[in-house]
C-alpha cells in the first residue's frame, strides 16, 4: 500500500502542468529522434542534454525520459515507412513492418506498432515499479565493495554477451576507464593524465563530450557515408477504420505481447543486452510461438507487435538498475545516469531516501510519457511522413550545429568542442572496424564510481584484497564476473576458431 | 579491411604507451600506507590490458585465415565523410577567432549550399534563424554565452537590450 501512496505522490509531480508539458515535449521531440534514420534514442538524448539547463534538474530528467521513451516508439516509423530501421533497436520491426506497408498497409502497421509499444511500455513501467523500491532496499546494503563487483559485473557482461570481439570490447572497457581516470586522482588530488599539459584536462574528461562526439558527430560522419541516396517513403492513410482494426488485432495477440513485455524488461536490465537483441529475441520466440509461423516475414501483424512490444520494455528495464543501483542498463541509461550525477541527484539506493519527490515523480513521470507517446503518435503520422522526406543534409547540418554549441555550453571552453571532434573523428573509424561503442560511453561514466569503490574498500581493509571475495555479496557478483568473463572462452575452446563478423550497432 | 584493423590495433599500442607512461608520473604500484594500489596504477595497468588486447588483434590478423574482405572505406562516400569532417573542423577552428555567430553560419551555408545543394531559399531560411535561436536560447535565457572574437562590438546594444 506504501507503494500507492508514492505513486500517488509521484503523480502529484508529474501531472504539474510544467512537467505534463515537458513530457508531451520530450516525447514529439524523441519521436521524430527516433523516426530519423541513424538517430536513436542514445544520440537524442546526448545531443539535447546540454539543453535541458533551461529547466529544472528534475524536470530535465523527465524530459530526458520522455525523448527516450519517445524514441523507442519513433524508431518503429521509419521502419516501417522506409524500410530502413530508425534506431537499431527497430531492426527487428522491418522485418513484416516493410512487408505490410509494401502491401499498403503502412498507416496499419503504423498503428500494430504504436499500440504494441504502448502494451510494452505500460507493462514494463508496472514491473518497474514493483522492483524499484526492494531493489533499492538490497542496495542500501551495498559497500564500496559490492559497488566495485557490480560494476565489475556489468563490463563483464559485454565481454561475456555483448557478441561483439572480445579483445576489441575489452579494449574498449578500458579505453573508456583509462579516459575517467583523467583529471585529478580521487584520493591524492594530485592530477594525472594531463595529455600535452593542456589546463582543459584538470577537470577530467566530461561523459557528455565523448557521447556528443561519439553519438552526434560519428554517428552523422557515418550516416553521411552509408547513406547513398534518399529512401522512398511510402505514404501512409490513416482511418478510424484501420484504428479499430489494428487495436482488435493487437488485443488479439495477449499473449505474445505480455510474453514481449516480460523478455524486454528483464533482458533491458542487463548492460550488454538491451532494446535491440531483445526485440529479436521476442521477434524470434513469437514466430516459434505462433499458430502461423510462415506468415512472419510476409508481413504479420504479430511480427511488428512483438519487436515493438519488447523494445519499449527493454528500455524501461535498463532504467531500472539506474535508478536503484546506479548502474546503467544501456548507453542511453548511462547518459542518463551522466546527467542525474551532473545535477547533483546521484542516482542509487540513498536516492529513494533523500529525494523521493523525485523518483516517484520520475516513475509516474514513465506513465504519462507512455500515454503521451501513444497519441502523440498516432495523432502526428502525417507530420512524420512529411518529416521523412527532409533532406538527409539539412538534418546533419543542424545535429553538426547542436553537437558544437552543445559541447560548449556545459564547460564553455573551446578545449570541450576539439575533444568532440576529436572523439567524432576517432569513434567513426573504429565503430568502421567493428570496436563497440556502448561499453566506452559506460566505462567512462562508471570509471570513477569503479575507482573510487576499489580503492575505499582497500583502504578500509588496510590493502586486503580477499575482503571482495569474503563479502558474501560482493564474492557472488564476483564469481558471476567470472563465469561472464571465461564465456568466450568457453566457447573458443568448444569450437575452433572461427572469425566471427558482428554487425556492430549501438546497443540501445 | 585488414590494412585498417592493423593500423587501428598499432595505434592503440602506442596510444596505451602513452598513457603507460603519463601515469607513472604517479604512483602505480602498491602503497603499502595506505593500503590499496597508488592513483596511477589504474590508468596505468588498463592501459596495459589495452595494449596486450590491441597486440592480440595486431598477431591474430597475421595469423588469421579468414579475414574480413572489402575496403575500409566506401570509395563512393569517402570524399563526402572528409569533406564534412574538414568543414567541422574548420567551422571550429574559426569560433575563437571570428565569433559563433560567423563560423557556424558559414558552416551551414557550406553544408547546404555547397555541399547538400540546396536553394537559396532553404538555406537562407536556416542560416539566419539558426543564429537567431542560439542567441534567445544559450545567452538570453541560459545566460551562456557563446565565444564571438572579432564580432564583440556588435553584440554589446544586444547585451544592453536584454541583460
Known amino acids: 500500500m506504501e507503494l500507492f501512496a508514492h505513486l500517488a505522490d509521484g503523480f502529484a509531480t508529474s501531472l504539474s502542468p510544467l512537467n505534463l508539458f515537458i513530457v508531451i515535449l520530450g516525447v514529439t521531440a524523441g519521436l521524430f529522434i527516433g523516426a530519423m534514420p541513424g538517430l536513436g534514442s542514445v544520440n537524442g538524448v546526448a545531443i539535447v542534454l546540454p539543453m535541458t539547463f533551461i529547466v529544472p534538474p528534475s524536470s530535465a530528467i523527465i524530459l530526458l525520459c520522455a525523448i527516450y521513451y519517445g524514441a523507442m516508439y519513433g524508431g518503429a516509423i521509419s521502419s516501417i515507412l522506409l524500410g530502413i530501421p530508425g534506431a537499431s533497436t527497430a531492426v527487428a ?183 535491440t537483441p531483445a526485440a529479436l529475441m521476442s521477434y524470434g520466440l513469437s514466430k516459434l510461438m505462433s ?196 564465456l568466450p572462452l568457453l566457447k573458443y575452446v568448444k569450437r575452433s576458431p572461427r572469425a566471427q563478423k558482428v554487425p556492430n550497432e549501438p546497443a540501445e | 579491411m585488414l590494412m585498417a584493423d592493423r593500423i587501428i590495433a598499432a595505434s592503440i599500442m602506442a596510444l596505451s604507451l602513452y598513457f603507460m607512461w603519463h601515469a607513472t608520473e604517479l604512483p602505480i604500484g602498491w602503497n603499502g600506507k595506505t593500503g590499496g594500489p597508488g592513483g596511477g596504477a589504474f590508468p596505468f595497468w588498463l592501459s596495459a590490458v589495452m595494449f596486450c588486447c590491441a597486440g592480440g588483434i595486431l598477431v591474430r590478423s597475421y595469423r588469421g585465415k579468414k579475414i574480413q574482405s572489402g575496403p575500409f572505406f566506401d570509395p563512393e562516400t569517402l570524399s563526402w565523410v572528409v569533406s564534412v569532417a574538414i568543414a567541422l573542423v574548420v567551422a571550429i577552428a574559426l569560433i575563437p577567432w571570428a565569433g559563433a555567430y560567423i563560423a557556424l553560419p558559414l558552416f551551414l551555408f557550406w553544408y547546404l549550399k555547397v555541399f547538400g545543394r540546396h536553394g537559396w531559399v532553404l538555406t537562407g531560411i536556416l542560416c539566419i534563424a539558426t543564429p537567431v535561436f542560439l542567441f534567445f536560447f544559450f545567452e538570453v535565457t541560459l545566460k551562456i554565452l557563446l565565444p564571438k572574437g572579432l564580432t564583440e562590438p556588435f553584440f554589446l546594444p544586444l547585451y544592453a537590450r536584454f541583460f
Not at chain 1, 379 to 398: G, S, Y
Open chain 1, 93 to 275: 520491426t522491418t522485418f513484416d513492418g516493410r512487408p505490410m506497408a509494401q502491401q499498403g498497409k503502412a498507416g496499419l502497421a503504423l498503428i500494430v506498432a504504436a499500440t504494441a509499444s504502448f502494451v510494452g511500455g505500460t507493462i514494463s513501467v508496472i514491473l518497474f515499479t514493483l522492483f524499484a523500491a526492494p531493489l533499492a532496499d538490497v542496495a542500501l546494503a551495498f559497500g564500496p565493495a559490492e559497488e566495485f563487483a557490480l560494476v565489475l559485473l556489468a563490463f563483464t557482461t559485454f565481454v561475456g554477451l555483448g557478441g561483439d570481439d572480445v579483445l576489441k570490447t575489452i579494449i574498449m572497457i578500458c579505453l573508456g576507464l583509462a579516459l575517467s581516470t583523467v583529471g585529478l586522482d580521487l584520493i591524492s588530488g594530485q592530477p594525472r593524465l594531463i595529455f600535452f599539459d593542456q589546463p582543459g584536462f584538470y577537470s577530467g574528461i566530461s561523459f557528455l563530450v565523448l557521447a556528443i562526439g561519439i553519438y552526434g558527430v560519428g554517428e552523422i560522419l557515418y550516416t553521411i557515408e552509408t547513406s547513398k541516396s534518399a529512401p522512398s517513403v511510402t505514404p501512409a492513410r490513416l482511418t478510424f477504420r484501420d484504428l479499430w482494426y489494428g487495436i482488435k488485432e493487437v488485443n488479439k495477440l495477449w499473449r505474445t505481447l505480455s510474453f514481449g513485455s516480460f523478455l524486454g524488461f528483464f533482458v533491458g536490465m542487463l548492460p550488454a543486452a538491451g532494446a
Open chain 1, 291 to 486: 499458430k502461423k509461423p510462415e506468415t512472419f516475414g510476409k508481413g504479420a501483424i504479430e511480427g511488428v507487435a512483438s519487436p515493438e512490444t519488447a523494445n519499449n520494455a527493454a528500455s524501461t528495464g535498463s532504467l531500472l538498475p539506474m535508478l536503484t543501483l546506479g548502474i546503467p542498463g544501456s548507453p542511453t541509461t548511462a547518459l542518463l545516469l551522466g546527467g542525474m550525477v551532473m545535477w547533483g541527484l546521484v542516482p542509487g539506493p540513498m536516492l529513494f531516501i533523500e529525494q523521493p519527490d523525485f523518483v516517484w515523480g520520475l516513475i509516474s513521470s514513465l506513465y504519462t510519457a507512455n500515454l503521451a507517446a501513444v497519441l502523440v503518435n498516432l495523432a502526428l503520422i502525417p507530420l512524420f511522413v512529411w518529416a521523412l522526406r527532409m533532406p538527409f543534409t539539412v538534418l546533419c547540418a543542424i545535429v553538426l550545429v547542436l553537437c558544437i554549441v552543445g559541447g560548449f555550453a556545459p564547460s564553455q571552453k573551446m578545449h570541450d568542442v576539439w575533444l568532440i571532434a576529436g572523439f567524432g573523428i576517432v569513434g567513426y573509424l573504429m565503430r568502421k572496424a567493428d570496436y563497440p561503442m556502448a561499453p566506452l560511453v559506460l566505462a567512462l561514466v562508471l570509471g570513477p564510481l569503479m575507482e573510487k569503490s576499489f580503492r575505499q574498500t582497500l583502504i578500509a581493509e588496510q590493502g586486503n584484497i580477499v575482503a571482495f571475495v569474503e563479502r558474501p555479496l560482493s564474492g557472488t557478483f564476483i564469481a558471476i564476473s567470472v563465469v561472464f568473463f571465461l
